[in-house]
């Protein structure tokens, strides 16, 4: 399926064949310390830095009912921010992941984030639209 929204997203994960999980680690794009007057300059245009892991929540698919609904709950418990990488982990017999199940795979893309590694995730910027890297 292609996911063009978090809508998207949010039905995908509610039609899968074993429940899931959704993980959601938050970043900011910040620029290093010891940056060039190009990276600079690239970065007051909206492009380069690094995407800073904040904060990360795991929620099933049925405790969220929007984007707006991430959004509110993100901005009463942390930092602001710019991207929200997602991923999901799939339960199985049927039964679903619990919040315990999660803790090492959000550890795991938490690293995965701050390495650069980021091709299995999605992320959305903090108006619900898929990012595009590259």
């Not at 690239?42 to 959004?71: H, I, Q, W, Y």
């Amino acid at each position: 399926m292609n996911i063009a929204s978090f809508d998207d997203l949010l039905r995908a994960a509610s039609e899968q064949a074993e429940p899931q999980r959704l993980l959601f680690v938050f970043t900011a794009a910040e620029l290093p310390s010891d940056a060039t007057p190009g990276q600079r300059a690239r970065f007051r245009a909206g492009r380069g830095g690094t995407l800073t892991p904040l904060m990360c929540v795991d929620k099933s698919p049925a405790e969220l009912n929007s984007f707006n609904a991430l959004l509110d709950e993100s901005r009463r418990a942390g930092p602001p921010w710019d991207i929200v990488f997602v991923a999901a982990l799939s339960g199985s017999a049927g039964r679903s992941p619990t919040s315990a199940d999660a803790d090492a795979p959000l550890q795991r893309m938490v690293e995965s984030i701050q390495s650069g590694r980021i091709a299995g995730f999605i992320p959305f910027d903090a108006q619900g639209q898929p990012v595009h890297f590259g």
